[in-house]
């Protein structure tokens, strides 16, 4: 089982910024897709982006121009920078992955076998 384990999130006012960080100890991201999702309370989880293993990228639409993924020198981990924050991105943000070497294009629309705990993101004045 790969682990994942999420690291930045915290209390922003709106319009500010956090990065979001993703880390698998020990393993090397390059032949996973890698996904952010996201819940809000008394929502469903939600994909908010992902990453290919080209680097090709996906976003869902409440976050287009304000979101970016990427992934790190270090081949073990992955980001989302989240730009203009709003209130109705408050919500745990999960890290996923999927084992996919050969496909160039993430999805947002399949399940991930992978999952991190979540880190809390509350966008709040």
């Known amino acids: 089982q790969l682990q994942l384990v999420e690291s930045g999130g915290g209390l922003v006012q709106p319009g500010g910024s956090l990065r979001l960080s993703c880390t698998a100890p020990?393993?090397?991201?390059?032949?996973?897709?890698i996904g952010w999702f996201h819940q809000a309370p008394g929502k469903e989880r939600e994909g908010v982006s992902c990453?290919?293993?080209?680097?090709?990228?996906n976003y869902g639409e409440s976050v287009k121009g304000r979101f970016t993924i990427s992934r790190g020198s270090a081949r073990n981990t992955a980001y989302l920078q989240m730009n203009s924050l709003k209130p109705e991105d408050t919500a745990i943000y999960y890290c996923?992955?999927?084992?996919?070497?050969?496909?160039?294009?993430?999805?947002?629309?399949?399940?991930?076998?992978?999952w991190g705990q979540g880190t809390q993101v509350t966008v709040s004045s």
């Open positions: 996923v992955a999927n084992w996919n070497p050969r496909s160039p294009i993430c999805s947002l629309k399949v399940n991930y076998t992978h």
């Open positions: 020990g393993v090397t991201l390059d032949f996973y897709h």
């Open positions: 990453i290919s293993t080209t680097r090709s990228t």
